[in-house]
């Protein structure tokens, strides 16, 4: 079973920018959709971008226009780009498999704040 570490995180001013990192213990070429999800407090995990085997992409409206996914299946690595970011995106942001989620790793906390 595949396991996921993401990094990237951090304190970021509201209109500023952030690249996550999601890091495979395994190969991630066979799994068909890689997805980065967020859970802020007190709500439930939602899943905000996905990207399939073909690095086609699909965004919750929310993000769309200022997230980016993007998958290096060599480095075993997803990113996430988040451009123009804004308080209400303040989460524990974490990674995994789509259709065969693995456990959940520890996430990495983005906090929007001025």
């Known amino acids: 079973q595949v396991l996921f570490v993401e990094s990237g995180g951090g304190l970021v001013q509201p209109g500023g920018s952030l690249r996550l990192s999601c890091k495979a213990s395994?190969?991630?070429?066979?799994?068909?959709?890689m997805g980065w999800y967020r859970q802020a407090p007190g709500k439930q995990r939602e899943l905000v971008a996905h990207?399939?085997?073909?690095?086609?992409?699909n965004y919750v409206d929310s993000v769309k226009g200022r997230f980016t996914i993007s998958r290096d299946n060599a480095k075993r690595a997803v990113y996430l780009q988040m451009n123009s970011l804004k308080p209400e995106d303040t989460a524990v942001y974490s990674c995994?498999?789509?259709?065969?989620?693995?456990?959940w790793g520890q996430g990495t906390q983005v906090t929007v704040s001025s």
């Open positions: 395994g190969s991630i070429f066979s799994i068909a959709a």
């Open positions: 990207i399939d085997s073909a690095s086609s992409t």
């Open positions: 995994n498999s789509v259709y065969s989620p693995s456990p």
